[in-house]
C-alpha cells in the first residue's frame, strides 16, 4: 500500500486531494528494493568508518598531549595509528565511491 504525502481541504465542502509522495519522483517508485537494501548498508559503513577516522584522530592529539618519552605515550605510539588512519581514509573513499556511482562509472 502507498503512503499518502499530504491532504488538503478546499473550501467549506471539505473535500480532500489526497497527493501522492511517490508521484513527483518516478525512480524512487522503480528502483529495486534489493539496491535500495545495499545502499542503506553502505552508507550505514561509511557513517561507522567516519566515526571511526574521528576517533582515530581524536587518540591521535591525546597521544601528542603526552610529553615525549612518557610511558603512556610511548605505548599508544606502539599501537601505529597512522597506518590505522590510512586504512580507515582508503575504506571510507572506496565507499563513498560506491555511494556516489554505484555501477562504476
Known sequence: MRELGWRRMFG??????????????????????AAKGRRVVMAEELRRAELLRDRLE???????SYPEGHATRA?????????ALQAVEEDIERLWDHLLYPRGT
Do not use: C, F
Request: glycine share 8%; hydrophobic share 30%; charged share 35%.
Open 12 to 33: 467549506g465542502r471539505h473535500r480532500e486531494v489526497a497527493v501522492d509522495r511517490y508521484q513527483s519522483d518516478p525512480r524512487a517508485a522503480s528502483e529495486p528494493q
Open 58 to 64: 581524536g587518540l591521535k592529539q591525546v597521544v601528542k
Open 75 to 83: 605505548l599508544l605510539d606502539g599501537l601505529d595509528l597512522d597506518r
